[in-house]
C-alpha cells in the first residue's frame, strides 16, 4: 500500500468514525497530467452529496495540515456506487439480502454468471443465491473459491 494512501487512511478514519460512516477504499491515481485523491464512504443508510461534502472539507483541512503529498491533486469523495464491486468474502457476507451479480470460474449447473437475491453466505463460504431463470425461481450454492467477480447490482 502506498505510503499517501496509508497516511490518508490515518487521516480519515477518525473523520468517518465520528460522522458513523465507514472507510469503503482509498485510490491515489493519475489520469492524464492529473493526480486525483478519491475516498470512497458508505454509511448504514447510504451516502448523500451532503455527506460527501462535509467529509471533503473535514479532510481537505487535515490535508493541508499534514502537507505529505507532492503532486498538485484534486480530492473526491463520493460513495462506492449503487454497483459497487464486493472484493472480499468479509464484504459477500456483508451483502446478504441483496440484489447481487457473481460471474463464477467454472460454470454452475451451465451457467457462468448469476443475477439474484444473495440468500446466504455459510461460514465455511458457500453462496447461495436465488435467481430466476426465465419465469422459473431457482437457488444455486457454490464456494466462494469460484467465484471470479462478484458486485451489488441493481433490481429491475
Request: include cysteine; charge should be negative.
Amino acid at each position: 500500500m502506498s505510503l499517501i494512501i496509508e497516511k490518508t487512511r490515518e487521516l480519515v478514519q477518525p473523520i468517518l468514525e465520528a460522522k458513523e460512516l465507514t472507510l469503503y477504499d482509498i485510490e491515489y491515481v493519475q489520469e492524464g497530467r492529473d493526480f486525483f485523491l478519491r475516498i470512497y464512504i458508505d454509511g448504514p443508510n447510504g451516502i448523500d452529496l451532503d455527506m460527501c461534502v462535509d467529509v471533503s472539507e473535514s479532510l481537505s483541512i487535515q490535508l493541508d495540515e499534514a502537507d505529505y503529498i507532492e503532486d498538485v491533486y484534486f480530492l473526491e469523495v463520493s460513495s462506492p456506487g449503487a454497483e459497487r464491486p464486493l472484493r472480499s468474502l468479509e464484504d459477500v457476507q456483508d451483502a446478504v439480502g441483496e440484489h447481487v451479480y457473481v460471474k463464477v470460474r467454472e460454470k454452475v449447473n451451465g451457467i457462468q454468471a448469476f443475477q439474484g437475491d444473495l440468500v446466504n453466505v455459510t461460514e465455511t463460504g458457500d453462496l447461495t443465491i436465488e435467481y430466476l431463470d426465465k419465469t422459473r425461481r431457482k437457488v444455486v450454492t457454490f464456494p466462494y473459491t469460484n467465484v471470479k467477480k462478484a458486485r451489488l447490482a441493481i433490481k429491475f
